[in-house]
């Protein structure tokens, strides 16, 4: 009698599985930009900040901080590669829950409250550093892009925006 009512429950328990996973199928949509417009969006961003003389990286992502698109500027340190990376897989990764729009918001934010802000133990691929900048359309996050190369961090973030800024138009 007890194998029947464990093989009743099995076939319940199957069951109820089977239910709750057929109800949890489906797609989902994800936005993120074409790949010629992420690559027009690193050579922009590396052109605006050749104009000021920075020789720089920039790196686009996507929300799952896959890379897009990566250019390094002529005669940007072999560095930068990886930073503009950290930079940009961050505003992807820390911006969201806060809906924050860079890596400057997430450093401004931890450093009026450390000991409850910053994590005890180092994220791969994160960094606080400033140069990191969430790519929004429709008001959504689709990605980030990350500047590195500049004599500091606020002018890769204005080499990102502006490159944002001249392709906006164009995230629909």
């Not at 076939?11 to 089977?18: Q, R, W, Y």
């Not at 890379?67 to 990886?82: C, F």
């Not at 994220?123 to 590195?148: C, E, K, R």
Request: aromatic share 4%; charged share 15%; glycine share 10%.
């Amino acid at each position: 009698m007890s194998r029947a009512w464990i093989a009743v429950a099995v076939v319940a328990f199957v069951v109820a599985g089977t239910s709750t996973a057929a109800s949890a199928q489906g797609l989902i949509t994800i936005q993120k930009l074409s790949a010629q417009l992420a690559n027009e969006l690193v050579g922009e961003s590396v052109a605006s900040c050749a104009q000021k003389g920075y020789t720089v990286t920039a790196v686009v992502v996507d929300l799952d901080g896959v890379r897009q698109a990566l250019l390094r500027g002529n005669g940007a340190p072999i560095h930068t590669l990886d930073n503009a990376f950290y930079k940009a897989y961050s505003a992807a990764s820390l911006t969201l829950a806060r809906k924050e729009d860079s890596t400057k918001a997430v450093a401004d934010r931890m450093a009026k409250a450390p000991a409850t802000t910053v994590p005890q133990t180092p994220l791969p691929n994160v960094t606080y550093a400033v140069g990191g900048v969430t790519i929004m359309a429709g008001g959504h996050a689709i990605g980030a892009i990350g500047v590195s190369g500049a004599p500091g961090g606020q002018f890769d973030e204005e080499c990102a925006r502006a490159a944002i800024a001249k392709i906006q138009d164009r995230m629909k």
